[in-house]
């Protein structure tokens, strides 16, 4: 089948660090990286937002799609640090466009946080070379139309008894047909079999002849599986949309500082609309701005 091309935005903030009970003094950092199966095609970007927490010793940054914390010292039983540092991973992936929500639903993201030490000062010239003792792996359920709204304390191993409060936000931002290139995986996938012209008009669409040119119009049933897929996908966007704005209406209503945020009245009129009418709606809502 042919293929569309997904994006979900994930947003991940590291706030404290409290050591219960580390067994050496000296240097510590957090790692974070989103982790995808390699079956999927996809491409990975990170970035950080911003860093607001006590005094470092080096700056956040990004080596190969992971996101290295700043360098912070322990030196006492119950210490906490306030690290407060947020980033965000962009992932485009190739979907079966035939089966998109459930596409995304399948995939299996994956949070990897590492805590790394050194006890030596002339290392931390070499921040990528600092070992790590200590791993977890969170388990990302992601849904297309609620999205994905945890915050959770991460607690490493025993030997190196220490927590990490993380919360991680995620949500599908675009849906559209393949703009950029990915590697492909090995044979027998789904991948790459069909065309978008049958994906988007149906399997009994017939591509027009050269000599037919522009005056060529696919017959009704087309035009309607057109609709139909499109609205789909519309549909999908408009729901995700809907659920961060869902979450976010509950969040405010325990922090009232925060301002508030409206649901378009277009956008619930689009959500009610008749197949026929989707494609119009669809390029109303985009030059009105509501989503």
């Known amino acids: 089948m042919s293929e569309v091309q997904g994006t979900v935005e994930f947003s991940v903030e590291l706030h404290k660090f409290h050591n219960v009970d580390l067994f050496q003094r000296g240097y510590y950092q957090v790692r974070a990286s989103l982790k995808l199966p390699s079956r999927i095609p996809h491409r990975l970007s990170a970035t950080i937002v911003e860093q607001t927490g006590d005094s470092y010793l080096c700056l956040a940054c990004i080596h190969e799609n992971s996101v290295y914390g700043r360098m912070f010292q322990i030196l006492y039983r119950n210490e906490e640090i306030v690290i407060n540092e947020s980033m965000n991973f962009r992932v485009h992936l190739l979907l079966d466009g035939e089966r998109v929500e459930d596409a995304l639903s399948e995939v299996d993201f994956q949070l990897k946080i590492d805590l790394h030490f050194t006890d030596s000062e002339q290392q931390l010239r070499d921040v990528p070379a600092i070992p790590v003792i200590s791993s977890r792996t969170l388990a990302l359920h992601f849904h297309p139309r609620r999205g994905l709204h945890h915050h959770v304390p ?47 008009f149906g399997a009994g669409y017939c591509k027009p002849t050269s000599s037919e040119g522009s005056f060529y119009v696919p017959s009704e049933n087309c035009m309607q599986h057109a609709y139909r897929w499109h609205k789909d996908l519309c549909l999908l966007l408009l729901n995700a949309y809907r659920g961060l704005h869902t979450y976010y209406s509950a969040v405010i209503k325990e922090i009232p500082g925060l301002p508030p945020l409206k649901l378009g009245k277009r956008t619930d009129s689009i959500l009610n609309q008749p197949t026929s009418n989707f494609r119009f709606c669809f390029v109303r809502l985009c030059v009105f701005g509501d989503f």
């Open 154 to 200: 991460v607690m490493f191993d025993y030997f190196h008894l220490s927590v990490i409060s993380v919360t991680v936000h995620a949500s599908l931002v675009a849906l559209h047909q393949p703009l950029i290139s990915f590697a492909r995986p090995g044979k027998g996938s789904w991948l790459g079999k069909g065309n978008l012209d049958n994906l988007v």
